[in-house]
């Protein structure tokens, strides 16, 4: 127990379970207002001296009945509380037969058994088995599990568990009929699935590298049919992609996914039968932006890949879970770089871990990828244990060289398949296949904290030697200490260029070297460089680490232009933009007249004007860093100040360079059909940057706000819609409010449509933003039971409208605390999600501080929290 009196779970506190349960029998009786489930396991005690208990959790259930061996159990023979259903004295080998009564009509926290609209679907992940029957919720009980479900014919004609399909009747009670699914694979219970309802489906097949046909099911409402074929090829390309690049088969006769409109986060791999949000499936060019179709390519890719990497060799305990997540995510990143442009795939990659991971990394929730610590597992879905894991896994790739990695993935599945492992097992695995000494990389499971590198360098020309000295320091977070943090094992991909962009180093064709970084401070010294080389450090982000600008304006620019390596132009581009933008947020500080950084200017116009190879890579090089990611580079943000600074840079070049952002724009329209593939991606994303400059001018043209309104009213795909919808929702009045009534009607029958309709007007820089967004709260369409509503509406004004959100007057902070307020007795892991961006209050100044912490402390005083939301505000607090 912690001072609050919550339940902590400790990773050293981990035992080994004393029952294993070979296989459970499930039967689902679904009715109009509850459901009875009944489940007979084969348990077997693991200690044969030690009679010990066997402790059940359970959580929400009505119980029925419990019989061992057929007998029932009188209430002296097991203790009932309100988690869990202990059996006192328990023989050595058993049948448990448990009835309970559950009622998923009622259950808005959507883990469990739950309807989404009128269909029943689950979802277990971490532990919402607990919500179905009295069972051992844990990972590293594996069990073969057969599941009837039993309801009414009309409203649920599809049932659908893991496995295969067994066995399917009618039942002698009129109307209903049962189906028998049966799964071969042992598995954890939060892997179970069960769907039933009035869905339909899209077939087609894939046939295996071994020759086994697969039958691949879509199942969405039937409105939807239409919009599966994008979801269908991603699988089969994932599919493809997994046996070509790791060998690995697909190990079922059939793969099931079913999208749903309630679902908490993006999808979840359940054994053969994934659920899916269907965000992350339904796409049509009217509907779906160029970004929802990356999205559900990715999505579907990562659900696939866990089939393995999660499934077959599963975690042992919940401190693990980035043994799964970790290693999914960089497989779908890698999927994903290869299916698309991989620069452009590397940059989102580290965008996500800049802007969102490095926050966390630095605030009061920051934690080790593999956590020591938790009181709420659902809290630690984090982007540490997603994004900075497979950042991990990708050091490893790079020290063991691709071969490598694929050695240590072979011995990984060669020993593990059918267990429930940990971290340390996937790192033994890596270094065993390959004899490495991976010991001190370790220190990436267990330290928390974003390193910070700093890098000095001098040439010798008498010698002709260079030498680079790098030191690594790690910031305290939570719990830790910096100063006691041992050195990371840190790869650095290393280029030196001549001032004339050519690569030193050349060879076998390689132009980056891989330095092992391991001391806190260490020098490495280059022989035979002629001439002072420009350094092109952390290419492809080689680490998740925070680099110190060591460079002048003068070789960031130089490398803007001509580093070989496209991440790190990229990078560069990035560094400098946002080095302009807080200059002038600086200055703008102290009153001084404003003096732009003008070799920044010069490299924006250079790729502005420069033969275009990749139109992606240069909308990414144009788009400045937004100010989340920017407030993260200051001591003490005044949000006002930064909107200022960003948006005067951003008029800056729209005034220096209209006539060239206007050529963008009509250069880069579409030429003849729409197109998803990554090249036509790319065009529109820099067409629609260029939009975006053009309508950032003071005073606004006319001329380009009718562009706009042109490409809404012209435009039948969503990336050109919804582009320019969000342009103009920045300038209030009657064309606005048009536009907004106009999309509302042609798409208030599409709930996903809505979504961005809804996170638009939400991320309006207008000041009554607030008060749109309030207004919104009550309109037919909203719900606080749809987690993409909130998330759309809440999410969308208090993640990513920071100058609004942080508006002095505190309305955004109490808004949003409300918000939580009222969200915590329906969902409460969405409203701990939203708790976010209160948490970092720290970061801001004196003012808002308070205003924030007000609102943290308010939250923390409701009687009746719940467990998810109070541990991340008294943590926050
Ligand atoms: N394992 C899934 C994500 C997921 C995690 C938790 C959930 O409920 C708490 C739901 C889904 C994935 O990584 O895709
Ligand atoms: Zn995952």
């Known amino acids: 127990m912690n001072q609050a009196g919550k339940t902590v779970f400790f990773r050293k506190d981990y035992k080994a379970p004393e029952y294993s349960i070979e296989k459970i029998d499930l039967n689902f009786q679904l009715y109009d207002t509850k459901t009875k489930v009944t489940a007979i396991s084969c348990v077997r005690r693991n200690n044969k001296e030690n009679r010990s208990p066997l402790i059940l959790n359970g959580e929400n259930l009505q119980l029925i009945s419990v019989k061992i061996d057929g007998n029932v159990l009188s209430s002296s023979e097991y203790i009932l509380d309100n988690t869990s259903l202990t059996v006192l004295t328990p023989p050595a080998v058993f049948e448990l037969e448990i009835v309970t009564e559950i009622y998923p009509q009622e259950n808005k926290a959507l883990e469990g058994l739950y309807q989404s609209g009128p269909i029943f679907c689950t979802q277990c992940e971490a532990e919402g088995f607990r919500k179905i029957t009295y069972y051992p919720d844990r990972p590293d009980i594996l069990a073969v599990f057969t599941t009837r479900i039993e309801a009414d014919v009309e409203k649920c004609p599809v049932m659908l568990s893991n496995g295969n399909l067994i066995e399917t009747g009618s039942v002698e009670e009129g109307g209903r009929h049962f189906v028998v699914w049966k799964d071969p694979f042992p598995k954890p219970c939060y892997l179970f699935a069960l769907v039933a309802g009035r869905l339909s489906c899209v077939n087609d097949e894939f046939i295996t590298s071994s020759g086994r046909a697969v039958d691949l099911k879509i199942y969405v409402e039937e409105k939807n049919l239409n919009k599966c074929d994008h979801a269908m090829v991603s699988l089969k ?19 099931m996914i079913v999208a749903v409109d309630d679902f908490n986060m993006g999808a979840m791999e359940n054994k053969g039968l994934n659920i899916f949000n269907s965000k992350y499936v339904l796409t049509s060019p009217e509907t779906a932006t160029d970004e929802d179709y990356i999205g559900v390519e990715g999505v579907i890719a990562h659900e696939y890949f866990h089939n393995w990497t999660g499934n077959r060799v599963t975690c042992r305990d919940w401190f693990q879970l980035s043994l799964k997540e970790g290693l999914t995510v960089f497989r779908d990143q890698n999927f994903s770089a290869e299916m698309n442009s991989p620069t452009v795939q590397r940059i989102k990659d580290v965008q996500i871990l800049r802007n969102f991971q490095f926050r966390e990394d630095s605030g009061p929730m920051a934690h080790p990828v593999r956590p020591e610590t938790y009181e709420e597992i659902n809290n630690f879905y984090t982007v540490t244990v997603y994004n900075k894991g497979a950042e991990v896994v990708r050091m490893v790739q790079t020290l063991l060289g691709r071969e490598g990695f694929r050695k240590g993935m072979d011995l990984y599945f060669h020993r593990h398949d059918g267990q429930a492992v940990t971290c340390d097992d996937f790192i033994a695995a890596m270094a065993d296949a390959t004899g490495t000494d991976l010991e001190q990389f370790k220190n990436w499971y267990c330290q928390a904290g974003t390193p910070v590198l700093e890098v000095s360098s001098h040439w010798e020309a008498d010698s002709s030697s260079f030498h680079l000295t790098v030191t690594q320091n790690c910031p305290d977070t939570p719990g830790q200490k910096g100063k006691n943090k041992k050195p990371f094992h840190i790869p650095l991909a290393l280029g030196l260029m001549t001032e004339n962009g050519k690569d030193l180093f050349g060879k076998n064709g390689c132009k980056t070297e891989i330095l092992h970084l391991k001391e806190q401070k260490q020098t490495f010294t280059f022989t035979n460089i002629a001439e002072k080389p420009v350094v092109s450090f952390l290419r492809d982000f080689s680490a998740p680490v925070d680099v110190k600008t060591f460079q002048q304006d003068e070789e960031l620019a130089f490398l803007m232009k001509y580093d070989s390596n496209l991440y790190n132009r990229w990078e560069s581009a990035t560094r400098l933009s946002a080095s302009t933008i807080l200059d002038v947020v600086r200055q703008l500080e102290k009153g001084t007249p404003i003096q732009f950084n003008e070799l920044f200017f010069d490299g924006v116009l250079h790729s502005i004007t420069e033969k275009i190879e990749d139109p992606a890579l240069l909308a990414l090089a144009l788009e400045l860093p937004p100010e989340t990611a920017l407030a993260l580079q200051l001591d003490s943000v ?34 003849g059909k729409y197109r998803i593939s990554p090249e036509a991606m790319g065009r529109r994303r820099l067409k629609n940057c260029a939009l975006s400059y053009l309508m950032s001018l003071n005073p606004p043209q006319d001329k380009f706000l009718q562009l706009c309104i042109d490409q809404f009213s012209k435009s039948a795909n969503m990336t050109d819609t919804i582009t320019a919808l969000r342009l103009i929702s920045h300038h209030p009045g009657t064309t606005r409010d048009a536009l907004f009534t106009d999309f509302y009607r042609k798409w208030e029958h599409d709930s996903l449509v809505m979504d961005k309709w ?40 208090s993640s990513g409208n920071h100058v609004q959100f942080h508006a002095i ?60 939301v109070s541990e991340i505000v008294n943590k926050s607090r």
């Open 758 to 797: 809804f996170a638009i007007q939400a991320m309006s820089s207008h000041e009554n933003c607030l008060s749109t967004v309030k207004h919104l709260l009550s309109d037919r369409l909203f719900s606080m039971e749809n987690p993409n509503k909130v998330r759309a509406l809440i999410g969308a004004f």
């Open 237 to 255: 390309k994932a599919m493809e992609w997994d046996e070509k690049t790791y060998g690995l088969e697909y190990d079922l006769d059939t793969y």
């Open 638 to 671: 005044d949000p006002d100040l930064l909107f200022q600074g960003r948006t005067i840079i951003k008029r800056e070049l729209a005034t220096r360079f209209q006539n060239e952002f206007l050529f963008l724009y009509i250069n880069n329209q579409e030429a």
């Open 809 to 868: 007057n505190g309305e955004g902070y109490s808004f949003l605390a409300d918000m939580i307020l009222q969200l915590d007795s329906i969902n409460p892991q969405i409203a701990a999600r939203l708790v976010s961006p209160l948490t970092n209050w720290k970061r801001y100044e004196k003012r808002r501080q308070i205003l924030m912490k007000k609102e943290l402390e308010r939250i923390a005083k409701k009687p009746g929290l719940s467990p998810d």
